[in-house]
């Protein structure tokens, strides 16, 4: 289970020793910075988008300017985070560089550009009765955010919440710690040059695992949880919770390269599938091939893995095609679940799209699925018979991202099914209230 969720009561007697706070020391400090957040959140509520884009720019400005201090103290992170056997996926996820700062950045940037969905009409009519009604996008309030090893997500968190008119509180795990320390920081101070309540940005990592626990309990001074990293973190948040939680899910995520398959476009969409980046949800953890094309297809997809140094995981019938230096174990049952995070990919053969929608259906944590084919009527099956929150045709997993799609950064992906489904945006951090004008009507 993630550093970020387990109780005090489990914590080592040494970390629980000394000046570590009482649970109702933690308990009244996270309930005051949530009252803090939502005093905050009331003063945003009547921002105009000009300042929040204002506010934006200068949080991106500010990020660069102290990009120096950031990376150092990130730098700390990583060297904690090797001590402790950290795997290399998380400390992909955790190292900061000036480019990755710099996209960070730009990313705010992106989204200071973006329709304010604060004030939308969703919908509206006029009654018979004469009654106006209009159906409008209001701000969540306080947006409570647990995730680890992540230190983007503080900005993309901040930035999201900012121009949705929400305030958020962070609780970021002891592996990003100094990194966070720093960027909420920063963001604050950048806050307060526009004129703008530093309680916007909160942080409660000085209160630990207690803290989180305590924000899992906030139930009427935080509207809305959103959990992001590791399955063990996302379903103790789902089930401990008192506060409404908005899932985001792993990402055992297929590629499937149908009997209509186009070989000479399906190998790099399953490298960069799989290599582009290893340690995200949307990275291909299985390959499914249709065996009238496996004979044509897999001596070019394994010999492409092979170059990029990527454990197979593979049936009998992949064996028989791995070339030689390829790193090969045979598949288990447990390969097909799993989300690996890593440079291996599960690869079996399939006899049919029937048994390649059977295993996906299976298997599939329903967050991104793709299918390799020029077969419209397989392509047509592939997207109305799985459920999941992406269906790709002929093209990478790794684009269920929300800039890939035009919407900025994006403060997860949701798995779930309610109001937000996919890459969540800033319409997904608003929910909508009901504005009714009359002139006099009483209901008989």
């Known amino acids: 289970m993630s550093d970020i969720l387990v109780t005090p009561a489990q914590e080592p007697a040494s970390a629980a020793a000394g000046s570590a706070p009482e649970p109702g020391d933690v308990r009244t400090a996270v309930a005051d910075v949530a009252r803090a957040a939502k005093r905050a959140s009331r003063a945003l509520a009547t921002a105009t988008r000009a300042t929040k884009d204002s506010a934006l720019h200068a949080m991106a400005d500010a990020l660069v300017a102290q990009g120096a201090r950031i990376i150092e103290a990130n730098a ?14 998380l400390l992909d996820r955790l190292a900061l560089d000036e480019a990755r700062i710099a996209a960070i950045a730009e990313a705010l940037r992106e989204l200071a550009g973006l329709p304010d969905p604060v004030g939308e009409v969703v919908r509206g009519s006029t ?67 526009q004129g703008l309540p530093r309680d916007l940005v909160q942080s409660i990592d000085a209160h630990g695992r207690a803290g989180a626990v305590e924000l899992m309990r906030a139930r009427g001074l935080v509207d809305v949880l959103i959990p992001r990293g590791g ?20 990402g055992n ?27 995200v949800c949307n990275a291909a953890e299985t390959l499914l091939v249709h065996r009238d094309v496996a004979a044509e297809f897999l001596p070019a997809v394994l010999e492409a893995l092979r170059a990029e140094e990527v454990t197979v995981h593979g049936d009998e019938a992949t064996a028989a095609a791995a070339p030689e230096g390829l790193r090969f174990e045979p598949a288990t049952e447990v390969d097909w679940g799993t989300e690996y995070l890593s440079l291996d990919l599960a690869v079996k053969v399939v006899d049919s799209l029937d048994e390649a929608l059977e295993h996906i259906g299976r298997y599939s944590s329903g967050h991104t699925e793709v299918i390799c084919t020029r077969d ?7 997207t109305t018979e799985l459920d999941a929150a992406a269906l790709i045709v002929n093209a990478s997993s ?16 949701s798995t779930q099914k309610l109001h937000a489904r996919g890459p969540m945006g800033l319409a997904e951090l608003t929910t909508t209230t009901w504005i009714v004008e009359g002139d006099g009507q009483i209901r008989g």
Request: charged share 20%; with cysteine.
């Open 76 to 89: 700390a992170d990583l060297e904690r985070g090797r001590a402790g056997n950290m795997r290399t996926s």
């Open 127 to 193: 009654l018979p009765n004469g009654l106006r009604l209009r159906q409008v996008r209001v701000p969540m309030g306080v947006v409570g955010m647990i995730y680890e090893a992540r230190p983007n997500v503080t900005v993309d968190a901040a930035g999201l919440a900012l121009k949705s008119g929400n305030a958020v509180i962070l609780r970021g795990g002891s592996a990003a710690a100094a990194s966070n320390e720093v960027i909420v920081e920063v963001l604050g101070d950048a806050l307060a040059a």
């Open 231 to 250: 399955a063990d973190l996302i379903q103790t948040v789902v089930r401990e919770s008192l506060v409404p939680v908005i899932e985001t899910g792993v």
């Open 253 to 279: 995520c297929h590629v499937y390269v149908d009997a209509g398959a186009d070989v000479a476009q399906a190998v790099p969409i399953v490298l960069n599938s799989k290599t582009q980046r290893t340690g």
């Open 376 to 382: 419209l009527a397989a392509a047509r099956r592939f």
């Open 398 to 413: 790794r684009f269920t991202d929300g800039g890939q799609l035009g919407l900025g950064a994006e403060i997860g992906i």
